[in-house]
């Protein structure tokens, strides 16, 4: 019942039909060709499989385990599983060749972060904020700190974490105290951490901590936060690790899920000031810390497509082996498996059809992160961006929300058996229910898009999107067999077109716009979410179609057609409503 097996059709599915396998036309990527991509992807899929989910359960049972001494124990086999991911070369996949990684597309790392986090979440976290620490040292840190510890870095032997949160500041970063005393060529650092995912571990020779914090002569608020790397161990001229630093992991967290996963407290400077050297310009921390944080958000999107997915195979697994009742006079009456009644068939569609919705959102999300960072002219890589920046949000919100969604769904489908943790899917949802709240809240993220992202252009990106999909809308509609699904994408669309134009008017009032963008943000975004996940699946229904029509006898495609239409057909309705939500004001929030 707890077995993983990696979603590798479906992954190729998006990408060599939905997106056309575009980002391999780009010039850094002339060298990459789709069977090598389908190679990686079959390769990621044994990994995930045959060692990482193996290991999800046990991680579940034994967690993570501080010792007297301030050391982590992770579970059993964890740091073998790590390690055999580090000598495959995964953790530098997407990493350009010029800083040591293989140069393959981001649609490519994220299919493969996908499969990483449906079969161990826990332990998919510690590479995940590695590459968000490669990011914000390649694009920050100067040439000598890329020198020293980029290659470790993107090799993996040495690990990444972000050090944002403070007791006193959550959300609210402006309030950081964590204090940075310059002394030589480095700072001295002191101060508290907390929530710091993998901040302490046994799997790998070092860890490299990105820390926000002030030096004394600082202003308040964010321009006084700067950022800086503090390594656990100390790195002598030759590369050769030596003492410890002055930082020690005071606690970890006793958490709903994700137990395999050491969340720490971590104490800076307790015995004089751990040694740290600043990543960029001083006072612009936040700003470098958000090229991780960007990079972090879209690949929680992705773990929670991840779990997801497993949520999927664990619930129809047992739904086609669990006998219960009988079929309907009509259907012959005979005994059956619950997967035969149409109420669990219900909740079974709604998972898969959300599932894939999610993940073609996600991987057109990378897509553009592709043409942003590898595209030929200036303006396409500045438009792919400006989309990118609109699709993050969505793609990190909805998808875990949803995430969470399917995981209780899967319960559900199990009835008492799911409730129960022999099973395996209650620590789905466990695991999936830190994901809304982690890398800024997802009402941060409905903030983000229907303040920051929608206004400052006024709705220019946003507006691009839309435009694809009234073209989809077009396209869906010319097809006798799949207009009905174009005019129920149209009706949508109608929605949302509808429900930005609101949130774009009243933002704008001097007076009253900071409460509209926050009192719409949410319902904006799940509509948003709704649409463009539905917009998918109408390209996944032209896919399917053509290939069902060129006569292809491959039960994938009429299994993605009937995904489609629920998606389409079932679920857009419910996300709908947030229009009549956001048209109803503002007066019973206040």
């Given at each position: 019942m707890n077995h993983y097996a990696a979603p590798v059709r479906d992954l190729r599915f998006v990408l060599e039909e939905l997106l056309g396998h575009r980002s391999l036309s780009l010039p850094d990527f002339s060298d990459t060709t789709p069977d090598v991509v389908e190679a990686v992807l079959d390769e990621a899929a044994k990994l995930a499989g045959d060692v990482w989910g193996p290991l999800n359960a046990t991680g579940d049972r034994e967690g993570a385990r501080r010792q007297p001494n301030g050391s982590v124990t992770i579970p059993e086999g964890f740091a073998a599983a790590y390690q055999a991911y580090v000598e495959g070369g995964w953790n530098g996949i997407g990493v350009s060749e010029a800083l040591g990684g293989q140069n393959l597309p981001e649609v490519v790392a994220s299919a493969v972060q996908e499969m990483l986090?449906?079969?161990?979440?826990?332990?998919?976290?510690?590479?995940m904020l590695t590459a968000g620490a490669i990011e914000a040292l390649a694009h920050h840190g100067s040439e000598a700190l890329k020198a020293i510890y980029l290659p470790k870095l993107v090799e993996g032997s040495w690990t990444g974490t972000m050090n944002l949160t403070e007791p006193q500041a959550g959300s609210d970063l402006s309030k950081v105290r964590t204090r940075a005393v310059p002394e030589g060529?480095?700072?001295?650092?002191?101060?508290?951490?907390?929530?710091?995912?993998?901040?302490?571990?046994?799997?790998?020779?070092?860890?490299?901590?990105?820390?926000?914090?002030?030096?004394?002569?600082?202003?308040?608020?964010?321009?006084?936060?700067?950022?800086?790397?503090?390594?656990?161990?100390?790195?002598?001229?030759?590369?050769?690790?030596?003492?410890?630093?002055?930082?020690?992991?005071?606690?970890?967290?006793?958490?709903?899920?994700?137990?395999?996963?050491?969340?720490c407290t971590l104490s800076f400077g307790e015995q004089g000031g751990a040694v740290g050297y600043l990543v960029g310009e001083e006072g612009r921390g936040l700003n470098h810390m958000f090229t991780m944080m960007n990079e972090a958000r879209h690949k929680v999107g992705i773990q929670g497509i991840g779990v997801a997915e497993r949520a999927c195979q664990h619930a129809l697994a047992y739904a086609r082996d669990r006998q219960q009742g009988r079929l309907p006079a009509a259907r012959g009456g005979q005994e059956c498996p619950i997967s035969e009644h149409l109420d669990v068939r219900r909740m079974l569609l709604s998972m898969r059809a959300r599932t894939d919705a999610l993940r073609a959102l996600a991987l057109y999300c990378a897509a553009q992160l592709d043409i942003a960072r590898h595209g030929d002219e200036p303006s396409a890589r500045q438009a792919a961006q400006a989309r990118a920046e609109v699709l993050i949000p969505v793609v990190k919100s909805f998808s875990t929300d949803q995430a969470v969604e399917i995981a209780s769904t899967g319960i559900q489908v199990h009835g008492g058996m799911g409730y129960v943790e022999e099973t395996g899917a209650a620590q789905l949802l466990r695991d999936a229910r830190i994901a809304p709240i982690y890398e800024g809240t997802n009402g941060i993220q409905a903030l983000d898009l229907a303040g920051r992202k929608l206004q400052r252009d006024q709705g220019e990106a946003f507006g691009g999107l839309l435009s694809e999909v009234a073209a989809t809308v077009e396209k869906l509609k010319a097809h006798a067999e799949l207009a009905p699904l174009g005019q129920a994408l149209a009706a949508g669309l109608e929605d949302l077109t509808a429900a930005q134009q609101q949130v774009l008017t009243e933002g704008r009032n001097p007076d009253t716009g900071p409460d509209a963008v926050q009192g719409y943000a949410t319902p904006f975004l799940t509509l948003t979410g709704h649409v463009l996940c539905a917009w998918q699946m109408g390209l996944a229904a032209l896919s399917a179609q053509a290939a069902i029509e060129q006569g292809s006898s491959d039960s994938f495609y009429t299994t993605k057609l009937q995904s489609a239409r629920f998606a389409i057909t079932q679920w857009l309705p419910v996300g709908r409503a947030q229009r009549s939500v956001i048209e109803a004001g503002l007066e019973c929030l206040r």
């Open positions: 986090h449906g079969a161990n979440m826990a332990l998919g976290l510690c590479p060529d480095h700072y001295r650092i002191s101060g508290q951490k907390i929530y710091i995912t993998w901040g302490e571990h046994d799997a790998a020779d070092n860890i490299i901590h990105l820390v926000l914090a002030r030096k004394p002569d600082a202003p308040e608020g964010n321009k006084g936060i700067s950022l800086f790397l503090v390594p656990k161990f100390l790195v002598n001229a030759d590369g050769s690790l030596g003492e410890r630093n002055d930082v020690v992991c005071a606690s970890i967290e006793h958490k709903l899920g994700i137990h395999g996963s050491p969340t």
